[in-house]
């Protein structure tokens, strides 16, 4: 189990520098970023040239990618145009957008996997049909028409939230981006569940359970669900790392200033520091999420064993 | 997506005069007595917030609430008034003896004197403080020691034509005449910096202090800024409000949904979707004023089919060909207006707008605009493409729609096509390289309420927003003589006989001004915008 996972860690190591250094050719292709520096005016020759010095654009890309990449290793990620360090930046940002994935990944966990247990043990019932509509009306529907359907509805129609998230973007004024957000996930999460538990309902070890007489409740928490789950909390652990990462059209939506907002800002002034900064904590999610999908397989089923 | 219909929107208000009273109470209630305070839309400053270092309407927004320079622009007519300056004199248009007016201070308690606006401009000038609004000092003598152009070793720290008397008094000598100098003054740049500014730049950057009518109470960098009014504030411009909250909008789609929920009191972009229907939501709560900003076709006149005999007619060709009346009213819902020179409306006819001075030459006419395009020689390679940065702005619109109207006068589908570039960086990039083959977007916002900003700085051979990099002797001479002109409606005569020269080639297209728009909630009164498209904020009244 310990070197499984210190064999998971090492190969992030080869994935974390080619996702960086990627990102950092992307950006840098776009063009000369101290241009829209001044408006639309020509930034002075001199001034220009101290501040490509100043956030170390003068140098060949190859030399500024190794530069940043040993700054990065002692913590430093640089500076904005904008004066501000980016790990100052990320320490705004993340905190709101971690708490947007948790209220999102509530949802799916909550209302997808209760969703699909409910239909695959109905197949075919009323209730499994109508939720089976519903799911793909959702899955069918963009988000940014959910987000802005729900915030004119529940914002300026019924008054019921406020349009926007407050600075703060406390638990409670997350709740309806974080459905918006979630909305997609979840109406996947219930069809992977759905079809899972029907699935291993006809297994033999399910079967033989209900034969032994264990009471119905057991049998679906213990041996069906558990064993259904697989699939679910695979898409799950991956589903985060996009959540954290495709929260952009729901945080514009919201005005909520998170990774997706900080994201935007920084590719649209092609601020390098900041885009490759904050693209490389989300890979950094994305890997470990899945290191940690890996080993709950292991939890999940008995048969599955690390050596 | 949003609805039109009367019953809908009566409803809307109902929620929003709900939900307005709801957060009135933030500071002391609401009740009309200048201690209520006010919410407002802002967008993250892209520079850090410097008087010299910012050069956006963000920044400039908050810069103009907490600071005082020597001159003010009259929000209703943009005038250059007196302000901290208490006299402003000089005999020869190049040496001013400016004396500031006693009894100021910084919101610190600290004496504005003479020294503060030195120490300030001479922190502006400066090379080695990376400030983008540098080049305002460029016609202070010394500025070339202190800021070589070529970005060598700057072998001066402090401007030498700057000399501090005394407390209230200092000089200023230019390297050349330039009569209309005071008048700059109102700009941001020239704002003065409290001592704490040089102690403490980090501290201060986190929570600025200034002169003016509101101090900084709270600042979180990117998304808010609470500003109140400061009591002690010894100006007659006091604000008529306990203070105003700016918060950050990434989509001003946002903020004006948030405007009909009541969630927010003034917005001061009200987005392209929405024009539309901004006037059924918001009735006369809905600003739409002129602005000192003028959009254009600029030409790089670095490539040669753009550079040689007969090109000019062309230019005023495609200028022709330009529906402005119908471009301006569907598009922009008359939120611009057609150009009819290649200054701004809020200069009045005394500053030097000249409604009509285009003439002809930006009317519409197919005929005549397909006769003049084949008399210049046709279309350099039988088509023009005009670049644009997709963006910011509604700027694909209208460039389709230029180019329809275009091809429709010319009778040929391919004539014109819209080039989008990604970012207004990679924009700007090109433009910098010289790497416009064809026309591309120039936009104008003015710096200052005079004509000289609208000439020198975009036509004057090698000027700073000489984009195109036109030139042309004779318009160079009229601006020379114009500045050295001390009389200022000679001045402006002769800044207008250069503005004719730029008609005569077709410089640049002149097609629309840009208008400030606003909309504001039932609590506010007395909302304006300035001559800059920023809302006046200490003349307005909550409750």
Redesign the interface.
Known sequence: MGQYVVRRLLQMIPVFIGATLLIFLMVNV??????????????????A???RK?FGLDKPVGQQYLTYLANVFTGDFGTA????PVT??MS?AFPVTVRLTVVAVLFEIVIGITLGVVTGLRRGRPVDTTVLLITLVVISVPTFVTG?LL??LL?????WI???VS?DATFDELIVPGLVLASVSLAYVTRLTRTSIAENRRSDYVRTAIAKGLPRRRVVTRHLLRNSLIPVVTFIGTDIGALMGGAIVT?????I?GVG??L??G????NTQTVVGFVTVLVLVFLVANLLVDLLYAVLDPRIRYA | ?RRATHA?WA??AA?AA??ATACGGGDSGSGGDGGAVLSSSWG?????LEPANT??VQGGKVLDMIFRGLKRYDPGTGEAKDMLAEKIETSDSRNFTITVKDGWTFSNGEKVTAKSFVDAWNYGAS??N???N??FFGYIEGYDKT?????SAQSADTLSGLTVVDDRTFTVKLSQKFSTFPDTLGYPAFAPLPQAFFDDHAGW?SKPVGNGPYTVDSY?????MSLRAWDAYPGADKAQNGGVDL?????NN??Y??L?????DLVDDVPAAQLKNVRADLGDRYLNTPAGIIQTLAFPYYDKNWNKAGTEKVRTGLSRAIDRDQITDTIFQKTRTPAGDWTSPVLGEDGGFREGLCGDACEYDPDAAKKLIEEGGGLPGGQVKITYNA??GSHKQWVDAVCNSINNALGDDRACVGNPV????????????LKMSGPFR????MDYPLIQNFLQ?LYYTGA??N?GKWSNKEYDDLIDQANAESDTAKAVGLFQDAEDVVRDNMAAIPLWYQNGSAGFSERLSDVKLNPFSVPVYDEIKVG
């Not at chain 1, 945080?251 to 005005?255: A, D, G, K, S, Y």
């Not at chain 2, 009909?260 to 927010?264: F, I, R, V």
């Open positions: 776009m063009g000369d970023p101290v241009a829209g520096l001044c408006g639309d005016r020509q930034c002075d020759p001199a001034t040239a101290r501040l100043e145009f904008n004066g501000r100052e930046l705004s802005l915030q004119l914002g300026v129609e019924w008054g406020k349009p926007s600075t945080e514009r939506i919201f005005n200033h907002y900080q935007y800002q590719i649209l002034r092609q | 997506m809908k409803a809307c929620a709900l939900a993250d400053p892209q520079n850090p050069n956006e090379l080695k990376n400030q983008r540098a080049y800021h070589p152009e070529d970005g950057l979180t960098r990117g998304s808010q918060k950050v909008y990434t989509d946002t903020a949904t948030d009909m929920a009541g969630n927010l963006d910011t990604g970012t207004f960086a990679d924009f700007r990039g090109r433009i910098t390289d120039a936009g104008w916002q700085p700073s927003s984009d």
